[in-house]
């Protein structure tokens, strides 16, 4: 009994202690407003320089951390420019068509101070999502988790998550 109770004190000890990891703060303490300009877009991909621009705004929102205002009266601004997009099949159904495609979107984004005139951060940044290519004459009815039924349901979960790791790496750091 005594045994178990030093065990059960142990792990007690270990859960609440953690491990040690912590994220800092990447954001200067400083900083409270944001300004965001449109993403430049250098694919063929129409429109995924607004998208994540808007998209961006919306998670900046939902984080609450960073104040989206006019550029004149911002602390901080976010630069990017969507860099490659690319789609390309990854499997193929009996009659050699396609059966699905990866989309893989990389981008750059800098994260500026504007009171002091410097870079915060600055990363290439990339996603990928699968999408199945429905066909009219197969009824490919096997769920697929992690697979969207969509090249526009892959291409907004890729965007989405790219919004999010622009908030993330900024706020948090990671």
Known sequence: MKKQLIYILFLLILITAGCGYHFLPNMP???KTTYVNVFGNTTIQFGIGSQLTNELVNELNLDGTLKKVTKEDADSEFK???IQYTQ???SFYEDKTVKEYKIFVKIY???WDLRKQKKVWGSNLSRSENFIVQQYSTQDTTPRIGVF????????AI???LARDIVSRTVEGW
């Open 149 to 156: 039924y969509s090249r526009e349901e892959a291409l907004d």
């Open 159 to 161: 965007v989405k998550g």
């Open 29 to 31: 303490e400083h900083l």
């Open 109 to 111: 984004v800098e994260f």
């Open 88 to 90: 390309i099949p990854v």
């Open 80 to 82: 990017g420019t969507v």
